[in-house]
């Protein structure tokens, strides 16, 4: 899986559901996650306090159709990271 | 900014030898989209590793198949920034993506394959999505 530059990670170009300790959640095109960051790149976010939709209607509708990439480049410190998964395996 | 057309063209060419129509300014775009009836194909190719890998490559077997849409045709994103912006007017609701594939039925979007479902599968996996949606629609239109 993913696409050259093996040094940022398996999952380098794949679109990954990144889910936080927090309430925030994440879906972006995976960077790397090989530093002291999961960066993901063209990013939305999803917080369960403030949005309407819960996580799971919103990642359900990210799978069907895909999402806005509302942030250019998000860093996530791996300690606040609590899953990355491939948005096509859910 | 665009890449150099002449690092793009075989990127274009591996679509177009295949008869998919290019659709290069806004008007184009229009003139393809007034069209309404029957099922039509709509491919936004990429310089990225999956359009390079997986997206363009599933198009051949796809179009191979004894359903096929009617008309089918592409465009460039980040490169003919134009005719792709008007291209996605007119699925606003649906985040930009790209490589993607679109299908229509009688005007109606009826199929979306964002990159996602793209970057991590095979030609042969995609090109079998397309079939069955081709097949699908096909069979609700004469229903």
Redesign the interface.
Known sequence: MGTFHQDKGELHGITVLVTTAGPESWIGRCDTMMGEHVVLLGADRHHADQDEASLDEWVGKASMVGFFPRHERVLLPHAQVAAVRPLHEL | MPYDPMLVAPMREELTRLGVQELLTATEVDDWFAQKSGSALLIINSV???AA?QARPAIAPALEHPVHPDRVATVFAGQDTEATARAREQFGD????SP?MILFQDGELVH?V????I???SAEEIATELTGAFEKYQAASEA
């Open positions: 990225c590793g999956c890998g649906f985040p930009p993506s993607s979306f964002p990159r996602h479902r970057e991590s599968r």
